[in-house]
């Protein structure tokens, strides 16, 4: 069945149909959905939701666009969480110079201590890199050495893809696949061995064709499988059964 890596279900756009929404994803073959936080308020929500829901794990962690809202304290508090038997990764973290929200050196300073916790912690990372490809990689080269993880939304060049991997890392695959401007992304799938590609949503975000500009959820999914089986020549249920093989490994359940 369809696992979703990385999905953001306490956004307020699913406030009015959740529940509802969230229950009919097993008869859409969908088996199971990693719940990550963003902003520091979302990471108790996250945990929250999925001891609610069986087939929900969550990733505990506060995205480069929200480590201004970071201080000792809420840190201190943000790792209590992962005493939680639910929560699977920390994530997401990284780096985002599209927004540029935050200022690059408190950006890569909580990235580094994030990916630090993680070691210490033995928890794979979920990392979120935007227009920052080579920063990303310098700071994953030193500081996530010995982790695993998924560089999730991989956005950058193929050559890069295959370092990843060749690190160990898993590539998140989404709707951008099915975009007719996804050519780099369609590029990566082509370059990588399907055992080093997982599946995810970001949704709300990023919806893939035909529901592009729409509201996601994970069992659209299958849009962006179809592609990449088109892209690979295999199967859709040959990549549906890998990427889950591959999402089992990298979040240990
Ligand atoms: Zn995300």
Known sequence: MIFDTHAHYDDKQFDNDRDELLNSMREKGVGTIVNVSAAYESCERVVNMAQKYPFMYAAVGIHPDEVGSLDEERFARMKELFGNDKVVAVGEIGLDYYWDKESHELQKEWFIRQLDLARKLKFPVNIHSREAAQDTMEIMKEHGKGLSGVIHCYSYSKEMAEEYVKMGYYIGVGGVVTFKNGRRIKETV??????SIVLETDCPYLAPEPY????????????????????????????????????????RV
């Open 190 to 195: 082509e370059a990588i061995p399907l055992t």
């Open 212 to 251: 592009r500009g729409k509201r996601n959820n994970s069992s659209y999914i299958k849009y962006a499988a179809e592609e990449i089986a088109r892209l690979k020549g295999v199967s859709y249920e040959e990549v549906v059964n890998q990427t889950e093989e591959n999402a089992r490994k990298l979040y």
